[in-house]
């Protein structure tokens, strides 16, 4: 089992280029700090995701960073 720092890790590692969105049921701040830090773009709650998911994964293509904003939706904050 791995949470998101190794999960986000492990496919960087083999593929730099890759563009990591976490998908999540964990609403902790330290845990989506570990994540960005580890190289995720994004990190969405499951809560969430109907919302957030397609913006999330279309900013990381851009290969910019989103973060999931609770229930006032979610945000771009520029590059990755």
Known sequence: ELDGTP???????????????????????????????????????KATASRDLVPAVRAALRNERYVAGGPAGGRQVGDG
């Open 7 to 45: 999960a986000t890790e492990a496919p960087i590692a083999r593929r730099p280029d890759s563009r990591v969105v976490l998908v999540t049921v964990c609403d902790d701040p330290d845990v989506a700090a570990r994540g960005y830090g580890a190289g995720a773009l994004a990190y969405v709650l």
